[in-house]
């Protein structure tokens, strides 16, 4: 095995992140179709994007430090950091979430 095949991986998707995302995907099906939603780690944070699509993202999952937080996104397809203590906290942030599906629609 080369050293690098020994590595950490540098994208690990948590259980916590797999969680918030089936959070999101329950939430939003009144308004889209479930496997519409999907989730896309990356280094920084873990993305849920319509259609797959990085154009259309609903938000974010920033669970990399000891401060979790929800990115949530606008019109302008500006994000902002909420900060969050448990996942329950994400039904909190329904409607936001509905409407951000509905500027791509």
């Known amino acids: ?5 020994l ?6 998707t948590t259980d916590e992140e797999k969680e918030a995302y089936f959070i ?3 939430i939003l099906r009144r308004v ?6 999907v989730m896309r780690d990356v280094q920084s944070y873990c993305g849920i994007l319509l259609d ?3 154009r259309k993202p609903i938000c974010r ?3 990399n430090s000891a401060q979790k937080y929800i990115g949530l996104i606008d019109a302008d397809k500006s ?4 900060p969050i203590e448990g996942l329950d906290e994400i039904y909190q942030y329904t409607e936001r979430l509905r ?3 509905g500027f791509y629609e």
Request: proline share 6%.
């Open 52 to 54: 797959d699509n990085n």
């Open 7 to 12: 590595e950490a991986p540098k994208i690990v």
């Open 24 to 26: 999101v995907k329950s």
């Open 61 to 63: 999952l920033h669970f």
């Open 99 to 101: 409407a951000t599906v």
């Open 32 to 37: 889209v179709d479930a496997h519409r939603v």
């Open 79 to 82: 994000e902002e950091k909420v």
């Open 1 to 5: 095995m080369s050293p690098a095949s």
